[in-house]
Structures are given as structure tokens and as C-alpha cells.
């Protein structure tokens, strides 16, 4: 393990390291014990909580919320897409009055917590006579109108970071501004910055995880439903154990997706600086690091 | 602009109570986000494993659904009963914690490789250099996406809404009774967010230029 900031360790501070491991493991096998133990000790794991979960009608119900989670997922991801390309065309426009309009819809957009954008879809518009919002149009209309935004820039910033050879050659050949656009630079930008759409579709998953508070019948919602079962000793606890368990094997699954395109990409990435590398993982050739990746992921955070 | 003026009362205490959601938590998320985030980079492996294991496991975790633990979980396990407000800081502190160790760790890999190398040649411990040289260079490059993480975080808040505390996303709630339009109130919560994040970016921002180092 080759690492710059400290010295390979000699056989006492190895010691030292061992006992300081063994320490820390210790005490989250305390933590998670104590949490363990508090769960049998009332009585979580009894087999009382857990019988409304053999049912074959209950799997059958969680497998049709999953389904409405990924729905709104599938939709909300395609639709931020399509949303985020055309508020790009928008944001790098030489025109004001595209240009300008379009930076204030992304910047309110982003600035709304997607929560209350859910609501204004679905408690604010049905009295003005709107009649077409379900709630499954509200949790996806607000994470398109967020994430369409957040992905513009991203896209932008992707743009951005290509050498400005690039389009000025383009130019030279006598492309057309939009062929330079859609032949040249995107192309380019969507392979630099797909790990970090990958890693906001990662966001959308989590954030239909919301639609609970709207009212969108999705896999939170139907684990409150069961866990107030009072006949079934109200399991909200075994409840949310398996919503948890779907929901992380879903979003581990497509972060991992994200890394793979990282890794992938890394091969082909421009030249940058050399920087630390901390992780205990082999260095990287520093000539193939991420210059934009601390840049890029703070731009993406979730909701 | 009645509908703002007519309900004050319940639009200043549903704000303040956001603005202690955000602080609290904020605090303790620095707080923990630090400790995460050096146990990442630390020499001693299973303090590695245990920082990556919670953030990978926490990040990929919805918040309604850490929430969800937190305010209809928690209660059954017979522990020191918590408010609902204190279960959402507690919910919020985990969640943003994970951003923070990121943001934190991917500070720390902007620093040129040189100065680590120079102040370990010149025989400076594991914690001095990182104290000396590492962290004050870090710090510059951290503020402006550490401010994103406080901007989203403030944002997060609205989700204790769905679990019984009565911050700004209750508002709605609260004034439905009142017989107010849903949308007029929803319109000025929104404004009031965008108002607070401008407020935010607008610090980032001279934050970020008052700390430009040219490299």
C-alpha cells in the first residue's frame, strides 16, 4: 500500500495501528449490538410482526409499489433528461432572450425544495381547476423540473471543460453552431460527465422516496399502511427493514453503475495534475484523474 | 399578499423552526462529517472500512426514509423519547454528515501531491502535516461546495414536514384549516426558499473569491 501522507509504519506504531483497528471495530459491533439488542428486546423480531409478510397478497402488494417506484423513477429520469438537453440549448444560447429567461428557470428550479414543488403540483393546482394531477403527475413533474435543471448544468459544465480547440475547429471546417453542437461537443461532454448523471439519476431514485408525502401509493407509503396493522401487532419496523432493503439494493445498484462508467471513462480522460490519492487504493496514473470530478459532484447534490 | 399578511404568525414560526432544523443540524453534521471524513483518510484500515461502509450505506439511503425510521421507528424501542423535531435533526444530521465527509476527503485531494511529500520529508507526523499543511490549503477548496451541502440541506428540511414537525413545508397544512388557498401559500413558502438560498449562494460566492488561490 503505497500512500503519501505518512510513512510506511514500523513494528510499533503497526502495533499501535492494530490496537486502535481492533478498538474501532469493537465499538461499532458495540453500536450495532446495542441497536440489535434493542430491536428483540421489544419485540421486533417476533414472529408475531412478521406473519403479515408471509402472505402471498402482501408480496404481491410490494411488488406492485416497487413497480410505482420505478414508474416514476423510469419516467422522472427519461423526462429530466429530454428537460435538462433543452434547457442546455437554452443556457448556451447567444440570444438574451433565450439565454436569460432560461438561467432564471434553472437557478428557481434548483433554488425550490422539491418537496414544495411536489405540493404546488398537488395541493395547489387542483382548486384552480386543474383536474389532471394525481399524485403520481406531482412527484414526477417536480423531479423533472429539479433534476432537468440540475442536469443542464451539469451538461453545461461538461461542455465547458472541453478544450476550446475543440469547437474552434469545428468552425473552422465550417460547421454550423448547431452541427458543432450535436457532432462535436456533446458528444464529448455526455462521455465526460456520465458518471455524474448516472450518479443524479442515482438522486431521482431516491427522491421518489418523497412521493410518500404526496400521497403517491410507493414503497414508504404501503410500509406505513402495513406497519399500522394493529391486528398484526403494527410492524413498522419489520416494515421498513424491507422497504430499506429494496431501496439501497436499488440505489448500491446504480451508484455501482456510476463507478463503472467512472472507471471506464477515467481510461480515456484528459490530462490533469497530479493529485493525493487517500484512499488506500493503488495511486492512479495521475496523467488519467478527474480534474472535474470534486467541481461536478458538488454541483450535484441531492434533494 | 393577505394571505401572507393575515397568517404571519404561523409563517414566522414555521420558518424559525426551519431555520433550527437547518442550524442544529448543520452543527451536528459538521461535526460528524469530520470525524467520518478523517477516518476515511486514515492509516489504520477497519477506521477506513467503518467511514466508507456508513457513507455508502447512508448516501444511498432516501432521507424520507431515514426520517421514516427515525420518527415512526424510534419511538417503539423504547429508548429516551426525542420530539419530532428532535428526531428530524438527528435524521438530517446523519444524512447530510455523509456529504460533508465527501466534500471534506475531496478537499483534501485538491491539494497538490508535493506538499504532502514536502512535509513529510521534513519530518512531520501523519496529524501534523494534516494540520499544518494539508487542512488549511483543503479548507480553501472545501467552502464553496461545503456552502452546496448547507444549501441542500436547508432544502432537506422540508421533508420533516411529512413526519409531524411543524416547519415551513407545514405551513400548508396549518392554513388549510384557516381556509387559505393552498397555492398562494405554497407560492410564498417557495418564494421565501429561493429568497433564503439566494441569501446562501450569495455568501458562497464571496466566500469563494475572497479565497481564490491562483495555482
Known sequence: ???????????????????????????????????????????????????????????????????????????????????????????????KWINVPTYLFIELFRAIPLLILMMI????????????????????????????????????????????????????????????????????????????IVSQLVVVLKDTALGFIVTYQELLFLAKFYGSQARYDSPIIPAAIIVATIYIALCLLLAGFAKFIEVRTKRIGPRAGKRIKLDGEPPV????????????QSRTQGA | ????????????????LTLQLFLWAALFALTLGTIVGAMRVSPIAPMRWVGTGYVNLVRNTPLTLLMFFFAFGYPKLDLPSFGYTQLAIMALSLYTATYVAETLRAGI????????????????????????????????????????????????????????????????????????PAIVVLLWVALFFVLLVAVLSYVQRVLENRLKVAR
Do not use: C
Open chain 1, 285 to 296: 496514473d495521475p496523467y488519467l484523474a478527474d480534474p472535474r470530478a470534486l467541481g461536478a
Open chain 2, 109 to 180: 485531494n485538491t491539494v497538490p501531491i508535493g506538499q504532502a511529500e514536502a512535509s513529510r520529508a521534513i519530518g512531520l507526523t501523519f496529524g501534523q502535516s494534516m494540520s499544518y499543511v494539508l487542512l488549511p490549503q483543503a479548507f480553501r477548496a472545501v467552502i464553496p461546495p461545503m456552502m452546496s451541502v448547507f444549501i441542500a440541506l436547508l432544502k432537506n428540511t422540508t421533508v420533516a414536514a411529512g413526519f409531524s414537525v411543524a416547519e415551513a413545508g407545514y405551513i400548508r397544512a396549518n392554513l388549510s384549516e384557516r381556509g387559505e
Open chain 1, 121 to 196: 403540483m398537488y395541493y395547489g393546482l387542483p382548486p384552480l381547476g386543474v383536474t389532471f394531477v394525481t399524485p403520481f403527475v406531482a412527484v414526477v413533474t417536480g423531479l423533472t423540473l429539479y433534476n432537468g435543471s440540475v442536469l443542464a448544468e451539469v451538461f453545461r459544465a461538461g461542455i465547458e471543460s472541453l478544450p476550446k480547440g475543440q469547437a474552434e475547429a469545428a468552425y473552422a471546417i465550417g460547421m454550423r453552431k448547431t452541427q458543432v453542437m450535436r457532432m462535436i461537443l456533446l458528444p464529448q461532454a455526455l462521455r465526460a460527465m456520465a458518471p455524474v
Open chain 2, 1 to 16: 399578499m393577505d394571505t401572507l399578511l393575515n397568517n404571519l404568525d404561523v409563517f414566522v414560526d414555521g420558518f424559525a
Open chain 1, 1 to 95: 500500500m503505497s500512500n503519501v501522507l505518512f510513512d510506511a509504519p514500523g513494528p510499533r506504531a503497526l502495533l499501535r495501528h492494530k490496537f486502535i483497528g481492533v478498538f474501532t471495530l469493537l465499538l461499532v459491533a458495540g453500536i450495532l449490538t446495542f441497536i440489535v439488542y434493542r430491536f428483540i428486546e421489544t419485540g421486533q423480531f417476533s414472529a408475531a410482526k412478521w406473519e403479515l409478510f408471509t402472505f402471498p397478497l402482501v408480496h404481491a402488494a410490494i411488488f406492485d409499489a416497487l413497480l410505482a417506484t420505478l414508474k416514476a423513477f423510469g419516467l422522472a429520469a427519461i423526462l429530466s433528461l429530454v428537460l435538462g438537453l433543452i434547457l442546455l440549448v437554452g443556457r448556451v444560447s447567444k440570444h
